[in-house]
């Protein structure tokens, strides 16, 4: 503040003079010369020197207050100029001697005089005044702003003159113009409070947002009320103290009317020169309307989730490659296979060659616009191998624009339905030819009696030995007629079934000592293994009989065809409620494309004259009539397998159960890997828990670090049989940590896995793997990993050997 300056400080002849006035001004007036030695010599002497101390003393105090930035003048009451500092002079833009001894209002256009004059009074009964004044000057039509300081200055109680200084703040005040603009405008709530809750200032959003009528009403309450929690706004004041700052904090605010609204707040401290935090400025953005459509499209995704999971087709989404984007659930449980194991894959790759150039003419029809739906059929591999038959329908998938960017389709397993559709119709076929066989069954039976009974009395009448045998001869090709014809009405009109408890090895042995002789003949021996402990079974012991024989004949057949010796191993298996009967045979075996038909009716692969073609047709027939089934396996060259399974009958007997006490299984890899050390990266704290917990249990010693600027030094140190390594850590990657990490001479080398969430490339697991590392996809079970490590122990176990 500048120094209050007296009308008294100034010699009456240099009253009005300007702070840069003539030093001349300041010298004392001419005096005669005093005698030589006299008393007014040193008189004179003495008054010199006491000018020139007061001359360097006007001096410095000028050179003082022009190095001022702030303009500092001096006027009169009536506005004369007396006292104006260099600042000043360069604000009116004119010289000191056009300044001094003019009055203020020659140079400023407003305010006027009769302006200034009106609030003289009140001035001058306080004695000072300070504010923001708005001043044009003349030669300048620009208003300009400035921040003054008056002080009355007074001379034995009156006062004299006035003195003062100005500061241009033209550019912070149209700075604050425009804060305050902005401060209105603004959409967001924005806010000053202390740190005890007291509201110094808010802008209208925010009066609007928390539902008060104006900005005194809201400035009444303590900012703390209006937390649904007040704790919460505690916990905030005192990061915002001890941090500086808070950005995006999800706060609940309770509005006039007790609704609430979700908010993110930020805001920042404002320091005093201590450092102490003495007002806090804060934004508030309503996110109440974002919460909720966030919650309703939440809501929607799930029951689209909820949807897709529990829809008994498969829904899929493909880009214009044909590749999978997305695999609904649902396919693990028809085809086997993890959604997320098909993402990412080609549809052409799941599908059978005979049906791809259809499903590649529907795709590229869909994906150009030229169909508006699609529905084919199509064959696919599943986990186990099997082909199974999906019955599918096909749409483009659009964009926001409208344009295809995809195929979405449903697929519907329709194989057992085929089956069914199959069966049916050879039903329905079989049907009509066993009311035909039925017909001509009847017809034939008549003239084979005949045919028969005339043949034995020809052979009791035989008059030699030639007409004997052409009589057996006869006789063995009538009997040979007489079974086609039994076979047909077998067939066509099953016998009902007349069913016993019995033991499997019975109708077994009983079919096996039948054929033992005629086996024994073609060189074809038998092995009969031992039955798996006490087994029933309900069968009608006769058709049972007439199954184990077919086979047992048909095994001697083929073995026979190739007139070498060979052998027919018979079985008893015992599988989740049913009973299995093994006829395996190292006979020449069937051909694949045979494989499918040896069950249907007529079909044989023998001579003409070698069968009818009915034998397993009739055997099928029988095992479904009893609620099994027959299967039949074969590699050519090396025999065929025959499988019969019935039901197994079980007693229903009550008895207590028993107390057991559950096996507590090791776990996969304890012995191969415990010994073994292992280093976890991972930014994630839960993983590295359970990895280490699930490890350890495994006698492995388990390290580990959250980032790879901490475990770098750590392995520079140490050494580990293996380093698990999220593939994306924050920092420094999981891939670049693994360029660090590479061994250098003379240092073993450590296995080294990426733990992935990402689906990673074929390109990228190739590249890895050439460099020896292996790649784990997220989530994984423990077991999985152990396994994968003790499976990477396996080359250094064979080395080792």
């Known amino acids: 503040m500048p120094k209050r300056i007296s009308d008294q400080s100034a010699q009456p002849a240099a009253k009005h003079a300007p702070t840069h006035a003539p030093d001349a001004a300041l010298k004392p007036a001419p005096q005669q010369a005093p005698l030589e030695g006299g008393p007014a010599a040193s008189t004179e002497a003495q008054f010199k020197k006491l000018v020139e101390v007061i001359s360097r003393s006007q001096l410095n ?45 020659e140079f400023i256009a407003v305010p006027t005089t009769a302006e200034a004059l009106r609030g003289r009074d009140a001035f001058l009964q306080k004695g000072h005044w300070a504010g923001r004044i708005s001043i044009q000057l003349k030669k300048d039509p620009r208003r300009r702003f400035y921040d003054c300081w008056l002080q009355a200055l007074t001379d034995e109680n009156q006062v004299t003159s006035i003195s003062g200084w100005v500061r241009d703040v033209t550019s912070q005040h149209e700075s604050e113009i425009r804060f305050t603009e902005l401060f209105e405008s603004l959409r967001e709530g924005i806010f000053f409070t202390t740190p005890e809750g007291s509201l110094l200032d808010a802008n209208p959003a925010l009066v609007r947002m928390l539902g008060y009528e104006s900005k005194e009403e809201l400035k009444k309450l303590n900012f703390r009320e209006m937390y649904a929690d007040p704790a919460q706004r505690d916990a905030l004041v005192h990061q915002v103290i001890y941090q500086g700052a808070v950005q995006d904090v999800d706060v609940i605010y309770r509005r006039k009317d007790g609704s609430l609204i979700h908010c993110l707040a930020s805001g ?36 689209v989730r909820r949807l897709v999971a529990s829809f008994p087709d498969v829904i899929a989404v493909m880009d214009f490659e044909g590749r999978f984007t997305f695999v609904s659930p649902r396919v693990e449980d028809i085809l086997g296979h993890p959604a997320q194991e098909l993402v990412g894959k080609l549809l052409s790759e799941q599908i059978h060659r005979d049906e791809l150039p259809q499903v590649r003419d529907a795709f590229a029809k869909l994906t150009s616009g030229r169909a508006a739906n699609a529905q084919f ?20 998938l659009y964009d926001a624009a409208g344009n295809i960017n995809g195929v979405v389709a449903s697929a519907r397993d329709v194989t057992e339905s085929k089956a069914t559709e199959k069966q049916n119709l050879q039903k329905e076929k079989l049907a009509a030819m066993g009311e ?40 063995k090709q009538a009997r040979r007629a007489a079974v086609i014809v039994q076979n047909l009405l077998a067939y066509a009109r099953p016998s009902a079934l007349a069913r016993k408890k019995m033991r499997p090895e019975e109708a077994l042995q ?13 060189n074809v021996s038998i092995e009969l293994a031992p039955s798996p402990g006490r087994l029933m079974l309900e069968a009608d012991p006769k058709l049972l009989h007439q199954v184990f024989v077919n086979l047992i004949v048909n095994a001697e057949q083929a073995i026979s065809s190739r007139g070498e010796r060979g052998t027919l191993r018979i079985s008893i298996e015992r599988a989740d409620g049913r009973i299995g009967f093994v006829f395996a045979d190292d006979g020449p075996g069937i051909a694949p494309e045979n494989i499918g038909k040896i069950f249907d009716p007529f079909f044989t692969t ?14 099928t027939a029988i095992i479904k009539e009893h609620g099994g089934s027959m299967e039949v396996q074969s590699i050519p060259g090396k025999g065929a397998e025959f499988l019969v399974w019935l039901p197994e009958f079980i007693e229903e007997i009550s008895v207590p159960p028993l107390a057991v006490r559950p096996a507590v299984a090791a776990p996969a890899g304890s012995g191969a890997l415990r010994g073994h050390s292992v280093y976890v990266v991972d930014d994630e704290e839960s993983i590295r828990e359970i990895v280490q917990e699930g490890l350890s249990a495994r006698g492995m010693t388990v390290e580990g670090a959250s980032s790879s600027e901490e475990a770098l030094p750590h392995l520079a140190a140490h050494s580990y049989d293996f380093v698990l390594c999220d593939f994306n850590l924050p920092g420094m990657n999981g891939e670049e940590f693994f360029k660090r990490i590479q061994p250098r001479a003379g240092t073993p080398t450590p296995k080294f896995v990426f733990m992935s969430g990402a689906l990673l490339d074929s390109a990228t697991l190739a590249h890895f793997t050439e460099k020896g590392a292996s790649v ?10 152990a396994t994968l490590l003790t499976g990477l122990l396996q080359p250094q176990t064979v080395a080792t050997k």
Not at 71 to 76: G, H, L, P
Not at 83 to 104: P, T
Not at 606 to 619: E, M
Request: hydrophobic fraction near 40%.
């Open 61 to 105: 105090y000028r050179e003082l207050i022009d190095s001022l930035d702030h303009a500092v003048f001096t006027i009169s009451l009536e506005g004369e100029i007396r006292v104006a500092n260099r600042r000043f002079v360069e604000i009116l833009d004119v010289s000191f001697q056009d300044l001094i001894g003019h009055r203020l209002d």
């Open 436 to 475: 035909m066989m039925s017909g001509v069954a009847h017809e034939l039976n008549n003239p084979l009696t005949a045919i028969l009974g005339v043949s034995d009395l020809l052979r009791e009448r035989a008059p030699d030995d030639a007409t004997r045998r052409q009589t057996e001869i006869i006789l």
């Open 377 to 396: 059929e199509y064959r696919t591999k599943h986990a186990d191998g099997s082909w199974r038959y999906m019955r599918a329908s096909a749409s483009p």
């Open 606 to 619: 023998k001579r003409p004259g070698g069968g009818t073609g009915l034998g397993l047709a009739i055997c």
């Open 510 to 522: 009983a079919a096996i000592d039948q054929q033992r002789a005629a086996l024994s003949q073609k």
């Open 268 to 303: 920042f401290a404002i320091r005093d020169t201590f450092g102490r935090t003495i007002r806090m400025q804060g934004t508030l953005v309503d996110i109440t309307e974002r919460i909720e459509i966030e919650a309703r499209l939440h809501q929607e995704q799930e029951f």
């Open 776 to 785: 784990l996809q997220k989530p994984f079970h423990i077991a999985a990993l």
